[in-house]
């Protein structure tokens, strides 16, 4: 079994709300569905899609830079040089949060929706809404 290996890109789209609830889409291009509502929302963004084309990526299984050459994430690829194959994965931007009972700063990455929070240094548990 081969496993899979992956390159996260450093390119993110546009941090955008739905029309219909105002809550967060998802970071993605294209057709997107909102997490809270349902509703089907079309985006684009031709400034990313070209950033995407052009995005140079690092490949630790040979130390590489490569020209991803595709606007679109995820991409399938393959290195040129050791015949390996990747995927380059969305970006999704991280958050810094406080815990509302010890105040201790917790990173995550910002994802629509309502998400329940173990805090690891008191055990509180919280929620979050994006």
């Given amino acids: 079994m081969t496993e899979e290996l992956f390159v996260e890109s450093r390119i993110s789209p546009p941090a955008l709300s739905c029309p ?59 290195c040129v040089s050791c015949d390996c194959q990747f995927t380059v994965t969305p970006n999704i931007p991280k958050v810094e949060i406080e815990c509302p009972a010890c105040e201790r700063r917790l990173r995550m990455k910002k994802k629509p929706g309502k998400r329940e929070i173990d805090c690891p240094a008191c055990d509180k548990k919280f929620f979050i809404k994006f």
């Fill in 20 to 78: 219909k609830c105002n809550e967060m889409l998802p970071f993605e291009l294209g057709e997107v569905q909102c997490q809270m509502c349902s509703a089907r929302v079309k985006i684009e963004h031709q400034g990313t899609r070209k950033k995407w084309l052009e995005e140079k990526v690092s490949w630790p299984g040979c130390d590489k830079v490569l020209i991803v050459g595709v606007d679109s994430r995820p991409a399938n690829l393959q």
